[in-house]
């Protein structure tokens, strides 16, 4: 898929503003905090009405704003020439397909697939263990829209369970939300584990070109438990009954689950350099990019967000080589790329844009 | 009972709003089933030719409404007026769980359709409807909320999808 068009209304620091995207290459020049990630982020909504920079969706309308709007124009593989648009004023946000309302997320998460490629993705590496699932959640969110409600499922029996364990509900009640649970579960471990295969499997293809002389990289899936079947999530539940009222919480399951990602540099604890590790992130969101466009059949837009200036030139030049030439790239920085005469450029002032 | 005044007997305008107070004081729950009802048990209930053997277990009245609607569903109801949802305090005894388990304990029901919201909280009550209510007693039991757009309840599926998800229904277990 290809954007051509975005129009945005009181999204953050932009007022309003209308970009013409019908190009395979754009680039958004400016200053820090004017604006340019702002418009990624706008474009990032599209896979799953989620921002790559914030779980505070209420964050994203202009301040003072009642809410905000953005319409894309977008060129489908499948579905042509799409007019999309997000409105986000009171109430839930509605999303419009050729002025067609949505009714189930689950129809519309990996419809219009986009990767985001910001320096925040440092934090799949760094951070907890629920910043690696939130990315693997939504990655085969959108691959699959039954993964997708498997894990509100899953996520909304957990916190209905919690809720008979601190209150001390009946065991009947546990019962029936833990056989109810079991299924969901099941499912989630057995897509997390085929979808980290599939991933690392196009990670280690995308890292070679990216960074040649690196050992390979790691990724794997790092269950929090080794449940076999769906009987016996059931059976380790009833089990932890006792230990989980104590606690007011579900100990065990899948939402404690864990990636485990990293540089084979020897120890597996060792994360590498601060370009390696850049070098990696940048080349897990191409293998995302490439898996999404193999499944999905669909090309996805890489939003490339000021990561291209922070990787040294080899690994630059990698990833030009690693990314297929089929994807369309709309990327920030600082300053003009080298070949400024390949891409359509912007300038960034003040949440304003001006062809440059 | 409003919506009926209103659409059925427009001519009765002037005296509406008198009937309307009436009929809202004298509707209650059926004692049996929990449909609305101005008599102690509702007209299905009552009704000698529907199979009230088989029950078709629904959230709300506007549930029954719709399957009434279809006309694909000739047996009678259950209306639990909920789900279970810890989160929202709702547990068995908010709901109507213990007319149920009485129909279920008089050994005169042969079949129950469980036709809740197609999402966890709907399949946990379903859960604890076989467990708890009818145990090891020879009833069929078969949930409908799979054929249903998930997350919407029986209420916003249309006769058709109604239908087929009732003629389709599978044994559950
Ligand atoms: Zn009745």
């Avoid at chain 1, 060792?270 to 490439?290: F, H, K, P, T």
Wanted: net charge negative; with cysteine; hydrophobic share 35%.
């Amino acid at each position: 898929m290809r954007f051509s068009t975005l129009r945005l209304q009181d999204f953050r620091n932009i007022e309003f503003g209308e970009l013409d995207l019908s190009s395979e290459r754009v680039f958004l020049c400016g200053s820090n905090g004017q604006g340019k990630s702002n418009l990624l982020e706008a474009l990032g909504l599209v896979t799953a009405l989620r921002s790559f920079r914030t779980q505070d969706l209420g964050s994203m309308k202009r301040q003072g704003s009642a809410g905000y709007r953005a319409f894309y124009a977008i060129e489908h593989e499948v579905d042509g020439r799409v007019n999309l648009e997000v409105e986000a004023s009171k109430g839930p946000r509605s999303v419009l397909v050729d002025g067609e309302k949505v009714g189930r997320m689950s129809d519309f998460i990996g419809r219009f697939p986009v990767v985001p490629m910001s320096s925040g993705d440092l934090m799949l590496l760094r951070g907890s263990p629920g910043d690696r699932r939130r990315f693997m959640d939504l990655t085969l969110s959108a691959l699959d829209g039954a993964y997708y409600l498997a894990l509100r499922n899953y996520h909304k029996g957990v916190a209905e369970r919690n809720r008979l364990l601190k209150e001390n509900g009946s065991d009947a009640e546990l019962a029936a939300f833990e056989a109810e649970l079991a299924p969901h579960a099941h499912r989630l471990q057995r897509d997390r584990s085929a979808g980290v295969k599939a991933l690392h499997v196009v990670l280690e293809q995308v890292y070679r070109s990216l960074a040649e002389k690196d050992e390979g990289p790691v990724l794997s899936y790092d269950p929090n438990l080794e449940a076999n079947g769906v009987e016996s999530y059931r059976d380790l539940w009833e089990r932890q009954r006792s230990r989980d009222r104590i606690l007011g919480a579900t100990q065990k399951g899948p939402h404690r689950d864990d990636f485990k990602l990293g540089l084979c540099l020897g120890s597996a604890k060792e994360y590498g350099s601060d370009g390696q590790q850049r070098g990696l992130m940048v080349a897990l969101r191409v293998a995302q990019a490439v898996l999404f466009q193999e499944r999905l059949s669909v090309v996805p837009v890489l939003l490339v967000d000021d990561v291209l200036g922070e990787l040294d030139p080899a690994r630059r030049a990698g990833f030009w080589k690693a990314c297929p030439d089929a994807f369309q790239i709309i990327a920030s920085g600082t300053v003009f790329p080298e070949e400024a005469e390949a891409w359509k450029c912007y300038s960034v002032t003040s949440g304003s844009f001006i062809t440059a | 009972m409003a919506l009926h005044l209103l659409v059925e007997q427009p001519e009765t305008g002037q005296d509406l709003m008198s009937c309307l107070s009436e009929a809202a004081a004298s509707v209650r729950q059926c004692a049996q089933c929990g449909n609305l009802s101005e008599t102690e048990l509702c007209g299905i209930c009552l009704d000698k030719n529907r199979d009230i053997t088989s029950l078709c277990v629904v959230e709300h009245v506007q549930d029954l409404f719709a399957l009434e609607r279809s006309g694909a569903w000739k047996g009678g109801y259950h209306v639990l007026c909920g789900k279970l949802s810890p989160i929202h305090g709702i547990g068995p005894e908010q709901l109507n769980m213990g007319s149920l388990k009485n129909r279920i304990q008089a050994g005169e029901i042969k079949e129950l359709v469980l036709a809740l919201s197609n999402d966890i909280e709907g399949q946990a009550t379903c859960h604890y409807i076989q467990e708890e209510l009818v145990e090891k007693r020879e009833i069929e039991i078969t949930r409908i909320g799979f054929g249903l757009p998930s997350g919407g309840g029986v209420t916003y599926a249309d006769s058709v999808t109604l239908r087929s998800a009732l003629d389709s229904r599978r044994s559950y277990e």
